[in-house]
């Protein structure tokens, strides 16, 4: 089970997190807006595919 809430108060902001997360939404939607041709382009540049 995940937790949910927590009695220990956090000292910081975890800004390295939100940052992350900022940036995933940022590339979401900008990979949204590409058309067909250079979505392809782009898995193709940074795709991974497992070696055999």
Do not use: K
């Not at 997190?17 to 392809?40: G, H, K």
Request: charged share 10%; no cysteine.
């Amino acid at each position: 089970m995940f937790p949910i809430q927590d009695s220990v108060p956090s000292r910081s902001v975890p800004v390295v997190t939100r940052a992350l997360i900022f940036i995933n939404v940022i590339v979401f939607f900008f990979e949204l807006m590409l058309p067909q041709q250079s979505i392809e382009q782009l898995f193709y540049l940074f795709g991974i595919v497992p070696a055999r």
